[in-house]
């Protein structure tokens, strides 16, 4: 069973940073491109950022390229999301999700997700 635990969120100040972990189970790491989505309240899910791990590919959404790095470390089966320079608008509950199949980075199709973890940036 795949599963995904996210940590690492809380209440920030303006300009702040914060270190998001998910935690990937179940799976053989190596093999997926994992990402971040997040959801404010009243809006939709956007996706933030995705990495596929064997080759390091990344994609960022564009209102947090150059603020938000994501990386991995396949020893611990850990995707990261370090967050800098946030803004309240980036207050949101992130996810960290994986498609189904390895091999794919579209993720629009079956997804495991996890929990979720509450990002609040106060002003």
């Known amino acids: 069973e795949v599963q995904l635990v996210e940590s690492g969120g809380g209440l920030v100040q303006t300009g702040g940073s914060l270190r998001l972990s998910c935690a990937a189970s179940g799976l053989a790491f190596d093999d997926y491109t994992i990402g971040w989505f997040r959801r404010a309240p009243g809006k939709g899910r956007e996706t933030v950022a995705s990495?596929?791990?064997?080759?390091?590919?990344?994609y960022y959404t564009d209102s947090v390229k150059g603020r938000f790095t994501i990386s991995s470390d396949s020893a611990k089966n850990t995707v990261y999301l370090q967050m800098n320079s946030l803004k309240p608008e980036d207050t949101a509950v992130y996810y960290c999700a994986v498609p189904s199949v390895p091999y794919t980075d579209y993720f629009g199709g079956d997804l495991h997700w996890g929990q979720g973890t509450q990002v609040t940036v106060a002003s």
């Open positions: 990495i596929t791990i064997v080759t390091g590919k990344t």
